[in-house]
């Protein structure tokens, strides 16, 4: 043992050859406890700038427990002929695939200092110093193979080494805090911001806050570390206006890091929540600063409004010279009205770790990261920084600022390739994504050459029986000589793995190449759309992906969805993302917009129809963003109009609403989504018709897509079912059941329209002359007479209970006129009567000029059951509209409704 550690000495402190001198070089080992065996490996190669020959020994430390993971590489792997190494193998030898950085075997060190203008608890890390860990992934061509002495073990291959999760530590003087260690701000009152500063060139400023300040200073009511209202975070005030002498600073604020050190290859992990809410809060991003540079590059932004709730997210950037990490928090412009509303943008829990916390991010420029070559393919994904031969491949990364080094992987497909040859790349697995919780996977690729191939990204769910493989993304064909972004939603039920398949085209000349691997929290429509394995999913950035707009709306003025860009709409609402850095901040331009005419009529529709979807026993989930608005409510009420989504199944296309909403949802976008679980194949329909929209608002969607799994309504109100209905295009599912002794029809509930309505009633809805039923009843004898309507069947949808809501308005002699609402027998034609459960008579309500008034109570679900309406009169009745259900309880109103036991 002694004489093992007199080695170890020995090998920490190595001196090289090289024209300038002696060099020496310094290896810090930390090592888990567990056996291993101590390879020795000597690297030889040619000095840059002369035929010197260098030597450079390292230490490589090997799981000895490992050694039954033994793969065998396929005889024809070879050194990549243009700068590149297959799966980073330098020779023949098997010792190339050890992992070129594992977290455990190193530690990087940054040095603190403490100002003395700051109080003892805060602490100021400045520099970074990098791991001294040397790559044996990546080895140029012009490199002699190594050598390595015998070993009785074979590490295991990078695509199934587990990463330790470790912590990189900041060396700090006493009392300031771990880089790694979360940053989650203390808690009230002791609240504390890390070392994180305000810069001076800013209009406004983060502060710290907590749930208990929110109210009276601004920010969330919880943290997001504890999710306490004790808990703290950092957060700014968008509501602030900037003072005339701040003209010339930067509108926002801007949080800035302690001064940080190059990162190395494998770059550094940054992790946080953030959150936005409120008229006045318009975007969040993260910049690296480097002292290289006098500008700033965004690494990171939020895409959209969170609507109040915490999101964890985390991004992975490299950086070779000494920088800074910096929080831009944007409010709207000052000439935006909604500046003087309260709004607040905040973060919290901010770590920075090693780059291997990242899971599955990876920009190559270290090797493979957590990815690894896949088992029963025909040959590997290789490394490298630029193609040699300049009729196929890329010339470099996919960086937008080329000063700085990089790399990619890819596939090479010269001899002795053939074509329709595949190469696998396999992620790392991944936790099932949850309820709600798919991500956005994005990455860069590049696809030119005569013939090139096909990529694909595959899913492979890790389910109980066996794993399954799902195409998610596939484009064949040259792409041209650019790196383009592609993006898909990831989800899955089970443990998966992200798979990228590369096949060699018909030429050699057929290589393809990805870049800069990441993932997002949230759906996202397949990108580029033609990549897309079935129609669905569309951002209207090119066209319509597919879906079409109906040529028949019967009854209706026929208008259209259009493809607007977003420049025609109002600055105040153009409230949309701005494009993800991996896509330059080119998209985003365009949406669907309904059309209207000059003279609009109220209830012109127009319907977009998806292609047919084949049905399925596992549910699916429909996203999308949509804007709805109208500009000011005049006393009428609302008017702008409804949109709705409904389900064409089977041969008959019967028509199932599945999603809808009314009127004004505010000035900004904001995002829906709907589960849908439907065995017979089925088209989507996304239905918009105006009211009398005299606001001249906008009825807008946007970012269609779809993915595997359920999900929750989104927003709750949106839910409809059958029974749900507004009378503007008829009377839904509910059916008149009137009879006389003899079966003839008497006295029924009518449709309200123009010169057909009761007391000059406007509609509750749109505030129209239409749209709503109603009785009136006029007998000369005073005999009264009874009108029923039957509801569709109901039932609970898993749900004991159902809060029915509608609105009513009475006209008519006092208590004679009634409305009685029961719970009935669905097997009865006529409604067989089983339960009272709301009442209410015309007394007391001003029969010439009746108002709407609203109405609720629960009702049993937990069997199939209809909903009778049945009116009672001699001379007047009641009109009723908005009918809508909720899951739940809910008390009765108004409160003498209540039935009398």
């Known amino acids: 043992m002694g004489g093992i550690l007199v080695l170890l000495g020995a090998l920490l402190w190595t001196r090289g050859a090289s024209p300038a001198g002696a060099q020496l070089s310094r290896i810090a080992v930390q090592a888990p406890l567990v056996k291993y065996n101590f390879i020795l490996e000597r690297q030889e190669g040619i000095a840059p700038s002369s035929g010197t020959e260098a030597t450079l020994t390292t230490l490589q430390i090997v799981d000895y427990e490992e050694e039954d993971d033994e793969r065998e590489e396929p005889d024809d792997r070879r050194n990549d002929d243009r700068g590149g190494t297959t799966d980073g193998n330098p020779g023949e030898e098997d010792t190339a695939q050890l992992p070129h950085t594992e977290p455990a075997t190193t530690t990087s060190t940054l040095s603190t200092t403490t100002p003395s203008t700051t109080t003892p608890s805060t602490t100021t890390p400045s520099t970074t110093t990098p791991s001294t ?56 009152p002791n609240m504390n911001t890390c070392g994180w500063t305000n810069s001076e060139d800013a209009a406004l400023v983060w502060q710290t806050g907590s ?45 800035q890091s302690v001064p940080l050190r190059g990162t190395g290859p494998e770059g550094s992990c940054v992790t946080f929540a953030y959150v936005m809410d409120g008229l006045s809060s318009a975007e969040l991003r993260a910049l690296l600063k480097s002292e290289a540079s006098s500008g700033h590059t965004v690494v990171w932004q939020a895409e959209y409004h969170t609507q109040g709730v915490w999101v964890a997210t985390q991004f992975l ?20 009205p909604s500046r003087l509303y309260r709004g607040f943008i905040a973060v919290d829990n901010i770590q920075q770790s090693p780059g291997s916390y990242c899971r599955g991010f990876c920009t190559f420029s270290a090797g493979f990261c957590d990815w690894g070559n896949g088992q029963g393919d025909d040959f590997d994904w290789a ?99 650019a790196w383009f972004m592609a993006q898909l939603t990831i989800s ?139 500009p000011f409510i005049d006393l009428g009420g609302p008017s702008l109009g409804v949109l709705r989504i409904l389900l064409l199944v089977g041969k008959g296309h019967t028509s199932v609403p599945i999603w809808q909403l009314t009127n004004n949802q505010g000035p900004t976008w904001n995002y829906g989504q709907v589960p849908i679980k439907e065995n017979s194949s089925y088209k989507v329909v996304f239905e918009g018709m105006w009211g009398p929209n005299r606001a001249n608002g906008a009825i807008s969607i946007d970012d269609i897509s779809f993915h595997e799994g359920h999900c929750n309504m989104r927003p709750h109100h949106a839910t409809v079912r059958p029974e749900d209905c507004s009378f503007e295009r008829g009377i839904c599912g ?83 006129t009634r409305l009685h609402v029961f719970k009935a027998d669905p097997g009865s ?47 007047g009745g009641f009109a009723v509209d908005d009918i809508k259900t909720f899951p739940g309880t809910c008390k009765t109103r108004p409160a003498q409704a209540e039935p009398v036991e």
């Open 211 to 255: 749930g208990q300040t929110s109210n009276w200073l601004g920010g969330p009511t919880n943290d997001f570390s504890s999710d306490d209202s004790s808990g703290g975070y950092i957060f700014v005030e968008t509501s602030e206006v900037t003072l005339p002498g701040e003209r010339n600073l930067h509108p926002g604020a801007i949080l």
């Open 492 to 630: 899955s039920v089970y443990d998966f793995q992200v798979v990228l398949e590369a096949s060699v085209g018909n030429m050699g000349m057929s290589d393809i190449a990805v870049d800069d691997v990441t993932f997002a929290q949230g759906p996202c429509p397949v990108a580029p759309q033609v990549a897309a394995p079935t129609a669905g999913d569309c951002t209207f950035e090119v066209d319509e992906c597919g879906w079409v707009n109906s040529q028949v709306v019967k009854g209706l003025d026929k208008i259209h969805w259009q493809r607007t860009p977003i420049r025609t709409q109002n600055t105040r609402f153009q409230r949309r993302p701005s494009g993800s850095i991996q896509t330059g901040g080119n998209q985003n331009e365009y949406y669907l917009n309904l059309g209207k005419k000059l003279l609009q009529p109220t209830g012109s529709a127009a319907r977009l129809i998806s292609l047919e979807f084949p049905g399925s026993e596992e549910p699916q989930c429909l996203c999308f963003w949509y804007f709805m608005h109208e």
């Open 829 to 875: 034609s006529a409604g067989q009567m089983v339960t009272l459960l709301w009442k209410m008579t015309a007394d007391g309500y001003d029969s010439s000029h009746p108002t709407w008034t609203p109405a609720q109570f629960t009702v049993d679900a937990r069997s199939p059951f209809v909903i009778m309406l049945k009116g009672r009169a001699s001379n």
């Open 133 to 188: 860990t040397t790559p044996s992934t990546t080895t140029p061509s012009t490199t002699t193979p190594s050598t390595t002495t015998p070993s009785t073990t074979t590490p295991k291959p990078r695509s199934t080494t587990q990463i330790p999760k470790i912590t990189t530590v900041i060396p700090r003087d006493s009392g300031s805090e771990e880089v790694g260690t979360p940053c989650t701000f203390g808690t009230y």
């Open 734 to 816: 509910w059916r008149n059941a009137t009879l006389s002794d003899s079966g003839e029809q008497l006295m029924s509930w009518q449709v309200a329209f123009d010169m057909h309505r009761p007391a000059e009633l406007p509609d509750k809805t749109f505030g129209t002359s239409e749209g709503y039923i109603f009785f009136d009843i006029f007998t000369t004898n005073q005999q009264q007479r009874e009108v029923r309507m039957l509801s569709p069947v109901m039932d609970g949808e898993g749900y004991d209970d159902l809060c029915f809501t509608f609105w009513y308005a009475a006209f008519g002699a006092g208590d004679t």
């Open 383 to 481: 490394l490298s920084r630029g193609s040699r031969n300049p009729m196929t491949g890329p010339a470099s990364d996919s960086s937008l600022h080329k000063s700085g080094g990089g790399g990619y992987a890819f596939i090479d497909s010269s001899f002795p390739r053939r074509p329709g040859d595949i190469a696998l790349l396999s992620s790392p697995v991944f936790s099932p994504t949850g309820l709600n919780a798919p991500r956005c996977m994005r990455f860069w690729f590049h696809m030119f050459g005569p013939v090139v191939g096909t990529l694909r990204v595959l899913l492979m769910a890790h389910n109980l029986n066996a794993p399954s493989l799902r195409e998610a993304w596939s484009l064949s064909g040259s792409a041209g000589n």
């Open 317 to 336: 950037y490299t950086c070779e010279v000494p920088h800074k990490i910096m929080f831009e928090g944007i409010p709207v412009d000052v000439s935006d």
